[in-house]
């Protein structure tokens, strides 16, 4: 199975880097694995053992993306090293690692360089009027970034269009469950690397019925109105099922990997 990794590698120091570097070796064993990494320098000894690539935020390569059988993000609270892969995250669904509860500093980091509207529509979106006020002051530079780091998380944002979670932290865990759509695992890093390739693999493992139930999902808030007219909710999720099936079916069966940007779920 080939695997794509989005982190960063040593010589950087993080949680994220000692997550790869320790769970590396049972990966390879298991998958054909390619890491991606924002930094332009690596490393050469792990270099040595796993293919590194460059993640170019000005040159995505969605072919390369598409080619492989899963997508694996590591999201984790400093936008110059998680930023972009945060980015493609959202815009080709994978799993997420999520390192932190916190990831206002990511992901404010990230809109900084990019697009301020978008920023304060998240904040929004995620926190109403309180949100938006104070983010448009953040911006502006008249609120403190430990002042928003507190108040908001943006926990949910980091797993965005996810296809599957996986947390080290129970703090973490309360706050995706309570509203997002993902699977998400729980495994404590107290635990053996045995019970973490388990969590992983069974996240890569359901990854196309949970495709398919997020397209269900979005075809019923779309149709369900209509829909439920002429068809008892039982029998609607059922139909809606089936063509997210036939949906990813078709996909499965294209010859060639696509140079395009997939559409999120």
């Not at 199975?1 to 390879?28: C, E, G, Y």
Request: with cysteine; aromatic share 10%.
């Amino acid at each position: 199975m080939r695997i794509n990794w989005f982190t960063p590698v040593p010589p950087v120091k993080s949680t994220a880097v000692d997550h790869t570097v320790q769970f590396l070796p049972r990966l390879l064993e298991r998958f054909d694995l390619t890491l991606w990494t924002c930094q332009t320098e690596w490393d050469r000894d792990l270099a040595r053992r796993v293919p590194i690539r460059y993640l170019d935020p000005y040159k995505v390569r969605w072919d390369e993306f598409n080619r492989a059988d899963q997508n694996i993000y590591q999201i984790a609270n400093n936008s110059v090293l998680h930023g972009t892969i945060w980015d493609i995250s959202r815009r080709h669904p994978g799993i997420a690692i999520i390192h932190d509860l916190n990831l206002h500093d990511l992901i404010s980091g990230w809109y900084r360089l990019h697009d301020r509207l978008e920023y304060l529509l998240q904040m929004q979106r995620y926190y109403g009027r309180d949100g938006l006020r104070d983010g448009d002051r953040f911006w502006e530079d008249r609120l403190p970034a430990d002042f928003m780091a507190k108040h908001y998380l943006l926990t949910s944002l980091g797993a965005q269009n996810a296809l599957g979670v996986l947390v080290h932290r129970q703090d973490v865990f309360e706050q995706l469950r309570q509203d997002t759509l993902s699977h998400i695992a729980y495994v404590p890093l107290k635990e053996s690397i045995d019970t973490w390739l388990e969590a992983l693999t069974g996240l890569i493992d359901n990854t196309g019925r949970i495709q398919s139930e997020r397209i269900a999902y979005h075809l019923t808030q779309r149709t369900g109105a209509e829909l439920s007219l002429w068809m008892t909710p039982a029998t609607r999720l059922l139909g809606l099922q089936r063509v997210a099936e036939e949906i990813n079916l078709l996909a499965s069966e294209a010859q060639a990997p696509s140079t395009a940007e997939p559409l999120a779920a």
